[in-house]
């Protein structure tokens, strides 16, 4: 059963930037595709980024391109996500996601973290 723990959330004002990591414990950390998602109040939980095991394929979602880097190092299995220029918008609380896949209905993940709160004051 492979764990997912958060860490690196807090309260930034617009453009700032902030990074949150994610370790990994429980499984062979390198063969899982990596992702992060987020979830604001009232709204669904979205797909911002997805990283592949060897760390050489990445996607983003359009809202965060050009502003966050997903990233890994499978030596310490954490995978990192850095966001900057951050926006009141990006406020959410933000997902690890581990084993993620591109379906039908979007990028899914199969293991989460409990996630961490990310907060931008205007």
């Known amino acids: 059963q492979v764990q997912l723990v958060e860490s690196g959330g807090g309260l930034v004002q617009a453009g700032d930037s902030l990074r949150l990591s994610c370790t990994a414990s429980g499984g062979d950390f390198r063969w899982y595709d990596m992702g992060w998602f987020r979830q604001a109040p009232g709204k669904e939980r979205e797909f911002i980024a997805r990283?592949?095991?060897?760390?050489?394929?990445?996607e983003y979602a359009v809202s965060v391109k050009g502003r966050f880097t997903i990233s890994r190092d499978n030596a310490k299995n954490l995978v990192t996500l850095h966001m900057n220029s951050l926006k009141p918008e990006d406020t959410a609380i933000y997902y690890c996601?581990?084993?993620?896949?591109?379906?039908?209905?979007?990028?899914?993940?199969?293991?989460w973290g409990q996630g961490t709160q990310v907060t931008v004051s205007s």
């Open positions: 990283i592949s095991g060897s760390g050489n394929e990445k």
């Open positions: 996601a581990g084993a993620v896949v591109n379906t039908p209905a979007g990028w899914r993940g199969h293991y």
